[in-house]
Nanobody
Framework: QVQLVESGGRLVQDGASLRLSCAES????????MGWFRQAPGKDREFVASINRSGNTREYAAPIKGRFTISRDKAKNMVYLQMNLLKPEDTAVYYC???????????????WGQGTQVTVSS
C-alpha cells in the first residue's frame, strides 16, 4: 500500500517561509501525480497545488499562486511545498496527495498523507 508522510508544519509568524515535505513509499509502477491540499477547521478540504508525473507541469490555486511552489524529486520519492509570505489565512492542516490524473478535486485523490499543521500568527 502507498504511504505518504508529511512533515515540516509548525507555528510561524505572518510573512515567514516554510517548506513542507512529503515522503512516498510503497508505490509500484510509474510515479503518481502529486499534490497538496489543505483544510482549515470547519472548512472543506481545498486544493493548493499539484505536479505531474515528470515534474514539468504545475498547477496552483489562486489564493497561493506566486507565493507557494510545488516540486518533486522522483529519485528520492519526495514532494515539497515551498511556502513563502505566509498569511494567517494559510493556517490549516496540509495534506500530501497522490492521484492518477491532474485534478483539483479531492475526490480524485487515491492516497492521502496524515497531514501536517501549519499555523501562521498575526
Amino acid at each position: 500500500q502507498v504511504q505518504l508522510v508529511e512533515s515540516g508544519g509548525r507555528l510561524v509568524q505572518d510573512g515567514a517561509s516554510l517548506r513542507l515535505s512529503c515522503a512516498e513509499s510503497g508505490r509500484t509502477g510509474s510515479p503518481f501525480v502529486m499534490g497538496w491540499f489543505r483544510q482549515a477547521p470547519g472548512k472543506d478540504r481545498e486544493f493548493v497545488a499539484s505536479i505531474n508525473r515528470s515534474g514539468n507541469t504545475r498547477e496552483y490555486a489562486a489564493p497561493i499562486k506566486g507565493r507557494f511552489t510545488i516540486s518533486r524529486d522522483k529519485a528520492k520519492n519526495m514532494v515539497y511545498l515551498q511556502m513563502n509570505l505566509l498569511k494567517p489565512e494559510d493556517t490549516a492542516v496540509y495534506y500530501c496527495a497522490a492521484s492518477e490524473f491532474i485534478s483539483r478535486d479531492p475526490g480524485e485523490v487515491l492516497y492521502w498523507g496524515q497531514g501536517t499543521q501549519v499555523t501562521v500568527s498575526s
